[in-house]
């Protein structure tokens, strides 16, 4: 079996994962604790429960788009951290470089800290009837970046099995709130709702009201249908990438937007439009409303453990974005080497790791501070979607491109679909209360990563030592 080398000799990444563990890869990054929290929020914005559940359809459609575009691009990426490749031979390495900068501190460093912190939470939640007190929550969810870290340094296929048993474990909770909704027939749910809905008004009439109404729903809805692009990033550990990839990412995000359309069926079967769009816990409150006592410390379990899903997801595959652009040559080449007892980028996993201890540390002691700055983390992970999508057209109208998107992916229709759908959602972002703020703080973090670029490689200090890898089977 072939795979990467880095160095000569050199222990290699191994291709030991199938197409199941492909596909609880992309299932587990994309499903995290927005489906818990984000419904209310879509609910509320569409003013109706038909416009949210269109909302949430139409948002699973350009997630879909995004889907059949990067399955084009894995048939023909196949090493670890692809995405990396993508816009490195699509825009050049500096372009690459500030991907996998960005990646590496704001968004998943970021990501990994403010997600541990909600799993703690809502482990203390499940286990004692309430959250700990906040030096307990920083403790814990310390704990729980530094053990999955080591989880993920002992080897891939442990990697993998924690992220298969979280994906099983989430998915059956949400079958769950659906199989509770099935015989649930509430007399005016509205009415009788605790809740008191403010600001509730009927949706805009005509045409245009319409759309901008649906557009401002599908924001936040999308954003809880990001994470299919991390099959990608591990193609270089996945048995027959060429077909097991593009499998992966097209079958578990078909599986997320059928889980997720009927999630909120159950949340507005269960509360009503009303309740659920006044609700600051949905999937809590769906669930208390058929069993009230052990309802909330049941749903609190669950964004746990889906919580771990997510942290895991993220220190499994975004290692391997360092991995590969140290081995490009275009990072410190320790980056670039595999553990010769594990198998794994030990360096890579650790400064992932370190970056979100980093960050939860600056997370306790100023918290509106780092709020602010993490919000433009949905700008920059749209930003490069978007530039991803276009990639591909870039590459199959290069002569010589290595890419070949077939027809089946309904090329060039369905990645025009998904660039037009992020540049909608960067659009609608941007218009929300925060977004001047958010997209200020992504450019400032996009320069900042272009200024690391310059200064290692106009000083020469980042092709020191680099490592050749060479192409995966």
């Known amino acids: 079996m072939r795979a990467e080398t880095v160095g000569d000799p050199a222990p290699t990444l191994r291709r030991v994962l199938g197409p199941l563990d492909a596909t609880c890869i992309v299932i587990g990054a994309i499903i995290g604790v927005g489906i818990f929290f984000t419904p209310s929020r879509v609910a509320a914005i569409a003013g109706s429960g038909q416009l949210a559940l269109l909302a949430w359809a139409v948002g699973g459609a350009i997630a879909l788009a995004g889907a059949l575009t990067f399955a084009a691009l894995g048939r023909a990426y196949h090493n670890a951290g692809g995405q990396y490749e993508v816009l490195r031979d699509a825009y050049g390495p500096g372009p690459a470089f500030v991907f996998v900068f960005c990646n590496a501190t704001a968004v998943q460093g970021g990501a990994i800290a403010i997600i541990a912190v909600v799993c703690a939470q809502n482990l203390g939640i499940a286990l004692a009837g309430a959250a700990p007190a906040e030096p307990a929550v920083t403790l814990i969810a310390a704990l729980l970046i530094v053990g999955l870290s080591g989880a993920n340094l002992a080897g891939v296929r442990c990697g993998a099995g924690i992220q298969n048993l979280t994906v099983f474990a989430k998915v059956a909770t949400l079958l769950l709130i659906v199989a509770l909704a099935l ?12 809740f008191t809905p403010v600001g509730l008004t009927p949706p805009p009439s005509g045409p245009l009201a319409f759309g901008g109404l649906i557009f401002a729903a599908i924001v936040p809805a999308f954003f809880a249908y990001g994470g299919w692009q991390h099959a990608l990033w591990m193609a270089g550990e996945i048995r027959n990438a060429p077909r097991n990839v593009p499998l992966a990412i097209i079958v578990g995000v078909v599986i997320v937007v059928a889980v997720y359309l009927l999630a909120n069926w159950a949340y507005l ?160 972002a941007y218009l929300e209360p925060a977004g001047p703020r958010a997209a200020l703080a992504s450019t400032l973090w996009i320069g900042a990563g272009l200024g690391c670029y310059l200064l290692l490689f106009r000083g020469g200090a980042g092709r020191a030592g680099r490592a050749g890898p060479s192409e995966g089977a």
């Open 269 to 428: 079967e269960l509360l009503g439009h009303a309740a659920l769009a006044a609700s600051s816990t949905p999937a809590a409150d769906a669930v208390g409303a058929a069993w009230p006592v052990l309802g909330r410390r049941l749903v609190a379990g669950a964004v746990a453990v889906s919580a771990l899903g997510v942290l895991n997801a993220q220190l499994l595959s975004g290692p391997r974005l360092v991995y590969r652009m140290a081995c490009d040559g275009r990072f410190f080449a320790a980056f670039g080497r595999i553990s010769p007892r594990f198998g794994t980028p030990v360096a890579a996993i650790g400064l992932l790791g370190g970056v979100a201890l980093i960050l939860l540390g600056l997370l306790t002691v100023a918290q509106e501070s780092v709020d602010r700055l993490l919000t433009g983390v949905v700008f920059i992970d749209g930003v490069f979607f978007l530039l991803t999508g276009l990639a591909l057209l870039v590459l199959r109208a290069r002569p010589g491109s290595r890419v070949r998107p077939p027809p089946s992916f309904g090329y060039p229709v369905v990645p025009l679909l998904f660039v037009a759908g992020e540049v909608g959602i960067l659009l609608g």
């Open 183 to 194: 015989p649930w027939q509430p007399s005016e749910p509205d009415a009788t709702s605790p």
